[in-house]
DNA sequence: TGATATCCGAGTTGTTTAGTCGGGATTGAA
DNA sequence: TTCAATCCCGACTAAACAACTCGGATATCA
């Protein structure tokens, strides 16, 4: 029952994101330096962050990552779902719903338990936003 | 965010324990057959049951296990955690709890998250008793 | 042009998982 | 007393996964 470093990075990075937020492109290496993660790793988990629509990208010198929408829409269940895939306590639960996983012809005793439990993570992840992780005032673009 | 192949044989068993209980001890071979999991898998699964007190044992012939309080009694929770030891979404939790785990000087500003994660899954684990799982009335003894 | 970024995919190293295997100790019954 | 069933114990292993690392291609701005 853990989550991945992946994870674990990703959430930080993005609060970094969220303080910095609305002050241009921040390029990696500043966040893999202020939150003392490796910056290849990093390369990693933001494409999947991008993919999922949470950041956008500006390439080039003077580019870097912003948030796509304000901190107070994104939520950690955003981001772990980004970075982890769905989340799936048992294999069981990432099939098709309405096939049974289990060849046994009884519906699986188990399974209301994990489905329950997948919901409730789900939840709590999706109460916490972004901004409620960084309780300094963000830092706005001076101009 | 998987729980083990562990975890989820070590639960299925004790559903099948469940429906036996107070039918004297059932050996380990009977469940394995039942669901369709190894033996020696659930030899390795049933040691850590017996530590936390959620089974009692019988050697010999004719011997095996049994629960050793009543399926009402027994919640989820309780397995998973013997079987996996504690909940705790990432390292930083499993820490002694009055040491900064980061060693940066400000809190940890995610710990919160995982606090609270940590605590519903325990929750959520702990509503649900194996005596649910079982839908159908236990098997007493006959005599 | 050159420095700085994101982007892309492959390689590496160590740990964990999901078992298997072989045998020892204990007990009930024939 | 012997036998078979059972729990018990520790080591072993193959495969998957995690957590990076590495080398470079591509885009952008000054």
Redesign the interface.
């Known amino acids: 029952?853990?989550?991945s470093a992946k994870v674990?990075y990703g959430?930080?990075a993005m609060?970094v994101l969220a303080i910095y937020y609305q002050a241009g492109p921040l390029p990696l290496r500043e966040i893999a330096e202020q939150e003392k993660i490796s910056l290849k790793f990093l390369e990693q988990i933001f494409p999947d962050l991008k993919k999922a629509k949470l950041v956008e990208s500006a390439r080039g010198s003077r580019g870097g990552y912003m948030l796509s929408r304000s901190p107070a829409e994104i939520k950690?269940g955003d981001i772990?779902r980004a970075v982890?895939g769905p989340?799936?306590?048992?294999?069981c639960l990432s099939e098709i719903e309405t096939k049974a996983c289990c060849d046994r012809k009884d519906a699986c005793?188990?399974r209301?338990?994990?489905e329950?439990?997948r919901d409730?993570?789900n939840?709590?992840?999706d109460?916490?936003a972004l901004i409620e992780?960084?309780?300094i005032k963000p830092v706005y673009k001076s101009s």
Chains 1, 2 share one sequence.
């Open positions: 029952m853990k989550l674990e959430v930080r609060a950690v772990v982890e989340i799936t306590p048992v294999d005793l188990t209301q338990v994990w329950k439990l409730r993570i939840d709590v992840l109460e916490v992780l960084v309780d």
